[in-house]
């Protein structure tokens, strides 16, 4: 679902006063040592000092005061600075609402050298479904800590009202050619919730054909996970008043694989090609998620739950390949039209196809517009069940989350952009509807046969970036 507020300061230079934080950010960083540099690097453009800063005194004469000013005037002879700080809204209807700020900080320095700097803070609430089915009776759930309940009214979805969560990510990367013919990049990140940890390290290495027109790439990423579920981890099919084991931390391993092939077909036409591998291994289930018992089509009230609910499970082991293709083609002044196709599957028997289209249109010399389209389509894992029936022999594998099942999705979007200032910077609003409809209802039966079990999502999606 690949964004930041930024409070008002003056109205005078905003653009200085932005780039000063970050810079000074980007300098404590450095000082920690992430990457060291090795020799005095240079701009080949230095940035032209402001008349504010040509008529002040030296560096560090200024007064403890002005520190970030000072650092941001350092720093700028050293390397040159760009980014984008955003904003994101998700809102679905009566269900999650996500605001996720964002900011990302990148250094340019001689011979092609960047260093990258993504910081990202989301912020989740809203009412998320706990798998369980509708019935024609009221339900009453325990939290996931035990110490709470909530209901679900006869003949609804029953959704988990209390759910929220809060991440903050860090991601850093370093890239550099090598030569005339090789690029070379490296990176990190780390991500942390309140029931979630996550580290990912990765590298690419790139190597130019065909008079630079041509593009090979080979990357590799390997992600440690640990997830520490409120309440404790369940074990696959306890029930759901079953006393699990507390403070019980699970971990899982991810390791992907990619190759890469990027191709100039022409001055206005350049086409991509990727194919990456992975593997996971560890805890792959939910631990919030859960399963409804219902009686057997046999009974009189077939398709009633029972009021026994399971935690799902799911394996504890997955393989994943992906085949992305895609295009961009310049318009000249109508602009840029860019499609794309990924075709995914797993050892999971999911398997999805997406399609997409981006329109981009340059309006004048300072405004630009665009439209874009996704469409996303997906099987059903083999252990998706929707609901268990009372009398059989509990499965391997089950899980009722409809994001495993048989399921559609349509994304649209419109944008509009316009550059500020001298044209160095640039405030993009971009509106996206999205709406996924879901397999309702799968083997329904009885009672059960009334209700949409999987109901459709819909949601709104606001993204607002200033790029400087």
């Known amino acids: 679902m690949q964004l930041t507020p930024q409070k008002a300061e003056k109205k005078t230079e905003p653009k200085k006063s932005l780039k000063i934080a970050l810079s000074a950010a980007t300098a404590t960083l450095l000082a920690v040592g992430s990457f060291a540099h090795a020799e005095e690097s240079v701009p080949t453009e230095p940035p032209v000092p402001s008349n504010d800063s040509a008529q002040k005194p030296a560096v560090w004469d200024q007064p403890p005061s002005d ?7 350092a720093l700028k002879g050293w390397a040159k600075f760009n980014g984008e700080v955003g904003l994101l809204y998700y809102k679905e209807t009566n269900r999650v609402s996500a605001f996720e700020p964002s900011v990302n900080l990148v250094a340019m320095f001689d011979g092609g050298k960047t260093w990258s700097n993504h910081l990202t803070l989301d912020s989740l609430t809203g009412a998320s479904p706990n798998g369980a089915t509708p019935s024609r009776n009221a339900q009453t759930f325990t939290g996931p800590s035990g110490n709470s309940t909530y209901s679900a009214p006869a003949g609804q979805v029953p959704v988990d009202g209390s759910f929220h969560d809060t991440r903050i990510a860090y991601s850093t990367g370093w890239f550099q050619p090598l030569g005339e013919k090789y690029e070379f990049t490296v990176g990190g990140g780390v991500s942390s919730e309140y029931d979630y940890r ?9 190597r130019y054909l ?10 590799a990423s390997l992600e440690l996970d640990v997830s520490d579920p409120v309440g404790g981890a369940p074990q696959g099919f306890d029930t759901m008043n079953a006393k699990l084991p507390a403070d019980k931390a699970l971990g899982k391993t991810v390791q992907d694989f990619l190759i890469g092939l990027s191709q100039v077909m022409s001055r206005r036409l350049i086409v991509q090609a990727n194919y990456s591998i992975g593997s996971s291994h560890g805890y792959m289930t939910d631990p919030y998620k859960l399963l409804s018992e219902v009686l057997p089509e046999a009974n009189v009230n077939a398709g009633d739950s029972t009021g026994v609910y399971y935690y799902e499970k799911r394996p504890d082991a997955r393989t994943k390949n992906s085949l992305y293709v895609g295009a961009k083609y310049h318009l000249l002044k109508l602009g840029i039209l860019s499609g794309s196709y990924r075709y995914f599957w797993d050892s999971w028997h ?33 252990f998706y069940r929707p609901f268990l029936i009372q009398g059989e022999a509990l499965p391997s594998y089950a899980s009722a989350d409809y994001r495993l099942g048989d399921m559609d999705a349509i994304t649209v979007g419109a944008k509009i952009g316009k550059k500020i200032g001298e044209g160095k910077n640039d405030l993009t609003f971009h509106l996206q509807y999205y709406q996924q409809t879901p397999d309702s209802n799968l083997g329904a039966f009885g009672s059960l046969a009334q209700y949409t079990i999987a109901p459709s999502v819909k949601a709104l999606i606001l993204k607002m970036i200033f790029g400087f």
């Open 350 to 382: 999911v398997h999805s196809h997406t399609f997409g289209v981006d329109y981009d249109l340059p309006l004048g010399p300072k405004w630009h517009a665009g439209l874009d389209v996704r469409y996303y389509l997906q099987s059903k894992a083999d």
């Open 210 to 219: 065909n008079s630079k027109n041509t593009k090979l790439s080979l990357g």
């Open 198 to 206: 996550s580290l990912t390290l990765s590298s690419t290495v790139s």
């Open 67 to 73: 520190f970030f000013s000072r650092t941001y005037s």
